[in-house]
């Protein structure tokens, strides 16, 4: 009937408003993020080269971290965390945040990541390791794919390989430098594993907020890192007030981060946010000629126009299906 045709129709159009809004929410978040991300290697830099260790930088950037999205957490005043008496067997969604086994799956998949993307850079300039670490969406969508859980349509599988195209235009220009083979091989067992991290952060969202999951890995990667700078005393030791800031606002900006990724995730899927996010190794380049005096190319630039490419062309709404006449 008409009526009924036309009823159908509005709520059709509503639903795609809505998605699209959703799209576009979730975009701009991870977009956020990825900047924010993309800022921690050149201050990585910065305060190694201040003479401080790895782990001690990334203790006082988790702790720093963790300590802002505790007290957000507390000013949003959270209700009361579901009773569970097993924390350790009880479903995921069960269970609070500071769970000692969401810590543990939220902060050692983290620090997992961070420690080899950042110990790359002992062999990789901070900006080719951040575009070889973006080869991460092709295995995520390659993953998924595998299990069956997310669907790679014609406009997905554009996205994923114009986003590839401009890693590979700016890795692959002649300007670029040799690449060291153990950089190499470190950076891209931190895109696998990072790949990996995805759906389980994923599921850890199941039935919370992204800022429970941020907190879960803020502390969780705070303990880690505290256990490891402690043992090797790095910690112990004093840094200088440039290496601290340096640190500090890494933990500052990975709160942003953090919740920018996880929002992202929730509204846009595992595949459409690892594309998106690849916009971060462009603001890395631009960091790296702002921060540490490094040259741009055309590379860099082919390169970027193709990753925003992607980043346009994944707001484009899926085909409605046909209403039967």
Do not use: N
């Not at 920018?260 to 595992?270: A, M, N, Q, V």
């Amino acid at each position: 009937m008409p009526e009924a045709r036309g009823g159908h129709d509005r709520e059709a159009h509503q639903r795609e408003a809505h998605d699209r809004a959703s799209r576009l929410k979730g975009t701009l978040a991870v977009i956020v993020s990825a900047c924010c991300f993309g800022s921690i290697s050149p201050l990585t830099v910065i305060a190694t080269g201040q003479g401080m260790a790895l782990e001690s930088v990334q203790t006082w950037r988790y702790l720093t971290t963790a300590t802002l999205l505790v007290l957000w957490g507390l000013i949003r005043r959270d209700t009361p965390a579901p009773a569970s008496t097993d924390v350790w067997q009880s479903s995921s969604a069960m269970v609070p945040w500071y769970a000692p086994r969401i810590l543990f799956q939220a902060g050692v998949g983290q620090a997992s990541v961070a420690t080899l993307a950042l110990l790359a850079l002992r062999w990789l300039p901070a900006a080719t390791a951040s575009f070889l670490f973006y080869t991460y969406p092709a295995w995520v969508a390659v993953f998924a794919a595998v299990r069956g859980t997310d669907h790679l349509d014609r406009t997905r599988v554009i996205a994923l390989v114009l986003s590839l195209l401009g890693l590979g235009a700016m890795v692959g220009a002649p300007s670029a430098e040799s690449l060291a083979p153990m950089g190499v091989m470190v950076i891209l067992a931190a895109a696998i594993v990072y790949a990996l991290y995805i759906p389980l952060l994923a599921r850890l969202q199941t039935g919370r907020d992204p800022l429970d999951v941020a907190r879960a890995i803020a502390v969780g990667g705070s303990v880690c890192f505290l256990t490891w700078s402690l043992s090797s005393g790095a910690f112990l030791s004093m840094p200088t007030p440039v290496g601290l800031f340096a640190s500090v606002t890494q933990g500052v900006i990975s709160a942003g981060a953090f919740l920018g990724f996880l929002l992202g995730l929730r509204l846009l899927g595992s595949v459409r946010t690892a594309i998106t996010s690849t916009v971060e190794p462009f603001w890395t380049t631009l960091l790296g000629i702002t921060l540490l005096g490094q040259g741009v190319g055309i590379g860099t630039v082919v390169g970027g126009i193709a990753i925003m490419g992607a980043v346009l062309l994944l707001q484009r709404p899926p085909a409605l299906p046909r209403v039967p006449e």
